[in-house]
């Protein structure tokens, strides 16, 4: 045998001979305190819970300020429309526009004693002309000028016929 040549003791004594080694593992861990965590997580949720309610108060609170200005304008808009509408019933108002029609048209106020009022006939293109005064006296003048009347106002019927 090849292995009886071989000297694995270099002498006789009874501890010379090297022993196996039985290596103690030990293990490392980590001694975590469960309760500094939960006190760490816990005053980190309550600082977010915090920073979380006082971005909603701020933002509440800049929301009711612009409520307010915003009601400001609309009183202003509505006080605003109130002058205009006064503006436009004081310029439409038939004082106003008969002041202008006088003023700037040249227009002139009719005369009340005399209306007339016209009707077309069927039988002929001459229209029939009514004249009603309030003075009896002029009823001559009237007369007179009811036949011009008629004349003029049967050729303006007869012209309008023309050109339709």
């Known amino acids: 045998m090849v292995q009886a040549g071989y000297d694995y003791a270099k002498s006789w004594e009874p501890n010379s001979y090297q022993q196996p080694v039985k290596k103690v593992i030990k293990r490392t861990s980590k001694k975590s305190n469960l309760g500094k965590k939960r006190i760490v997580s816990l005053c980190a949720s309550?600082?977010?819970y915090?920073?979380?309610a006082v971005y909603f108060c701020?933002?509440?609170?800049?929301l009711g300020y612009e409520i307010v200005h915003l009601e400001n304008q609309i009183s202003q808009l509505e006080?605003?429309?109130q002058r205009i509408e006064y503006q436009i019933a004081q310029e439409s108002s038939l004082g106003k526009i008969e002041q202008i029609a006088i003023t700037e048209l040249g227009m002139c106020k009719p005369e009340k004693h005399i209306s007339v009022a016209a009707a077309p006939t069927a039988e002929s293109n001459s229209t029939s002309v009514e004249i009603s005064t309030e003075n009896k006296e002029n009823t001559n003048d009237t007369q007179v000028?009811?036949?011009s009347l008629k004349k003029i106002y049967a050729s303006l019927m007869f012209l309008a016929?023309?050109?339709?």
Not at 58 to 62: K, L, V
Not at 161 to 164: L, T, V, Y
């Open 161 to 164: 016929e023309r050109n339709n």
């Open 145 to 147: 000028g009811s036949k």
């Open 50 to 52: 915090a920073l979380v």
């Open 79 to 81: 006080n605003a429309n």
């Open 46 to 48: 309550l600082f977010i």
């Open 58 to 62: 701020i933002r509440s609170a800049s």
